[in-house]
């Protein structure tokens, strides 16, 4: 499947980076595509339309707000609809480009290192077209997550700033080692690999966070002391209020 990116901004820049070949990308910034192009290989034309006559799907990785101004463009000429605009409901890309399977998907910055996680929801029309291609190009850089379309905010509060929210976490842990005397790439050495660590073993061990939490906890040690100055710390109740801030009202 040859896949076309309307859009080279920082998500279409990790999904092309994560499948790791030659793109095909049409952005309003023409230097900005050509600058992937240069990392990548292929063809950044300056021009949807052609993008969207040579690609068998494109991808909408446009500002939301330009979904009109695009279909506008290429509504004649695209053959698949791949959608990863935020906020943009599959019934309004529906609208954008009638009769078209259209596929909508949150992605996540890790995408760009082959671990990735999708968010999808299908169109009406999704299973008349190829729908089962799409699934496993999305499928060889993360995991992909089919859900009813209203949780795709909830979820992308979860998936796709849960890279922002866990870089916070790590820099916090980080200034604290720092504090107390250890040098800053050390201290960034060992949280990034602790944390990378610790999602191996609850992906790959079977261990759910609260089994992890009780083997690593000792009764009355040095874990239980940290967790319970978290819990004063009120990091349960942070963690809540920034999915809610997210889901908004």
Same mark, same amino acid.
């Given at each position: ?13 990790? &999904? ?8 095909? /990308?049409?952005? /309003? ?8 192009? +240069?990392?990548?290989?292929? #063809? ?5 339309? *052609? ?6 799907? @494109? ?13 506008? #463009? ?19 890309? +529906? ?7 259209? *596929? ?15 968010? *999808? ?6 299973? %008349? $077209?190829? #729908?089962?291609? @799409?699934? +496993? ?11 009813? %379309? ?17 870089? &916070?976490?790590? %820099? ?20 990034? #690999? ?26 009355? $040690? ?8 978290? +819990? ?18």
């Amino acid at each position: 499947m040859k896949v076309g990116l309307i859009g080279a901004g920082n998500m279409a820049s990790a &999904l092309a980076r994560g499948w790791g070949e030659p793109v095909l /990308v049409a952005d /309003v910034d023409h230097g900005r595509a050509q600058l992937l192009v +240069e990392q990548l290989g292929g #063809e950044a034309p300056g021009s949807n339309a *052609y993008v969207a006559d040579q690609a068998d799907a @494109v991808v909408l990785c446009h500002k939301p707000a330009q979904l009109r101004d695009v279909a506008e #463009e290429i509504g004649g000429r695209a053959k698949v609809v791949i959608s990863i605009l935020g906020g943009t409901r599959i019934e309004d890309i +529906e609208a954008a480009y009638p009769g078209l399977p259209v *596929y909508r998907f949150m992605p996540n910055i890790p995408a760009e290192v082959g671990h990735g996680v999708f968010c *999808y929801a299908p169109g009406t029309l999704a299973g %008349e $077209g190829p #729908e089962q291609d @799409v699934l +496993e190009l999305f499928g060889r850089i993360g995991t992909v997550v089919k859900l009813p %379309e209203p949780l795709i905010d909830p979820a992308t509060a979860l998936m796709g700033c849960g890279p922002a929210f866990f870089a &916070l976490v790590a %820099e916090a842990l980080v200034d604290a080692g720092v504090r107390h005397g250890i040098t800053p790439d050390d201290a960034s050495r060992m949280v990034v #690999e602790t944390m990378a660590g610790t999602a191996a073993v609850l992906r790959d061990h079977g261990d759910d966070t609260a089994g992890l939490r009780r083997r690593v906890t000792s009764p009355g $040690g040095s874990t239980a002391r940290g967790l319970a100055a978290l +819990e004063r710390g009120g990091v349960r109740a942070a963690f809540s209020d920034s999915v809610d801030a997210v889901v908004g009202p």
